[in-house]
């Protein structure tokens, strides 16, 4: 589609492309690695009569209140952290404000696909390494000349983690330019970098409550990082849109944050239901790359994976398949509740 109408640079843009929400009944959705718990019932609680008639107001366009809960969380300043709506928001902010410079951006072959949508929507040039064998990021690789290096732990779709000290060996050695960690899994098993931040200035943390908080509806995301970096981040939103978190998202993220017992216990739950996951499809001679999120990316041995994609859709259960080199023959499992993982198995053993 095109229109007269449109400008050149939008007949030239690639938008991402979200994995499917469906709206037939019954679904088991594994799809978009959505968390299958609730929110804190504490969110509830904090969506009062009283926030309801203040939402006449505009938000607070600093967000004081959930700056101040994530500063204590992680022991940061408020000048230390700047919101989004959604971590992709914050990763839009981080990629104008951050990464555009006259030498590409470094980030792996197979990740997060809104990486190159974004250096499409910024005109920002990019370099994509490959993956090693095992399918683990080799940061050897990214010690050449960048304009910034971008990548997720653990690794999107792959759940493939890093070792932070890795990583702080990296960050030290690309002192020039800023390194983005994506972390929007870190919750189910990797080690957070964001003890690292008093100590390199060029190092982002980017973290979400779509996943390991059960927010993915409410859209917050936010950066950790020196304020010097924070201050680029707050400049673009300052310039696009200072009310990105609204007055709700601000109470459900701070009352979220601020419940550490439910936090611990779904993310626990989580990991629990991923191992006997792995164990099962192992079991049904699956190769699983090891996983630390709350997905499992798999390869079914005695089906193609497009296959076994479309035959469970047809038992209502929606995985993802990303038709795209190396991974053609991979699924991606988000991780649900025991018994939609009992519902899988038994989906798989059907079609085998
Ligand atoms: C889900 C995801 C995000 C974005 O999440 P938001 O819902 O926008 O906070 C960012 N990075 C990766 C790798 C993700 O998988």
């Known amino acids: 589609m095109s229109s007269p109408y449109w400008s050149d640079f939008v007949q030239g843009l690639h938008p991402y492309v979200p994995g499917e929400q469906p709206k037939v009944q019954d679904l088991v959705k594994l799809n978009t690695n959505e968390n299958p718990y609730p929110p804190s019932p504490n969110v509830l609680k904090a969506i009062s009569d009283e926030a309801i008639n203040a939402l006449r107001l505009y938000p607070d366009p600093k967000n ?31 990629f104008q404000g951050l990464l555009k410079h006259n030498k590409p951006v470094l980030f792996p072959a197979i990740t997060y696909g809104f990486y190159t949508v974004y250096c499409g ?29 971008i990548f997720p732990n653990p690794n999107a779709p792959t759940g ?22 994506d972390e929007a899994y870190v919750d189910f098993g990797a080690e957070s970098a964001a003890s690292l931040i008093d100590r390199y200035p060029n190092l982002l943390v980017v973290q979400t409550l779509s996943k390991s908080r059960s927010l993915a509806g409410s859209r917050v995301g936010y950066a950790l990082g020196n304020a010097d970096l924070i201050e680029a981040l707050e400049r673009i939103k300052n310039s696009f849109n200072p009310y990105s978190i609204d007055r709700l998202a601000e109470l459900a993220a701070t009352a979220s944050i601020e419940d550490v017992d439910y936090f611990n216990h779904c993310r626990q739950r989580i990991i629990a239901t991923r191992e006997w996951t792995v164990e099962q499809l192992q079991a049904l001679d699956f190769d699983v ?6 997905f499992v990316m798999v390869k079914p041995n005695s089906i193609s994976a497009e296959s076994l994609f479309t035959q469970l859709r047809e038992h209502k259960i929606l995985v993802r398949y990303f038709q795209k080199p190396r991974i053609e023959e991979y699924l991606r499992i988000s991780i649900g509740t025991d018994e939609e993982m009992q519902a899988l198995v038994a989906a798989i053993k059907s079609i085998l």
Do not use: H, T, W
């Not at 209140?65 to 902010?93: P, R, T």
């Not at 790359?289 to 709350?294: D, E």
């Open 64 to 94: 004081s209140a959930l700056k101040k809960s994530l500063a204590k969380s992680f022991a940061l300043n408020e000048n230390q952290i700047c919101l989004g709506n959604g971590s992709d928001e914050v990763l839009a902010f981080a």
């Open 289 to 294: 790359l090891p996983s630390m999120a709350n």
């Open 160 to 181: 493939i983690g890093k070792g932070l000290a890795d990583i702080e060996g990296f960050i030290k050695g690309n002192p020039d330019s800023v390194v983005i960690v």
């Open 121 to 149: 929507l910024y005109e920002i040039d990019y370099v994509e390494l490959p993956l090693a064998d095992d399918f683990s990021i080799n940061l050897a690789d990214y010690q050449r000349d960048n304009g910034g290096v």
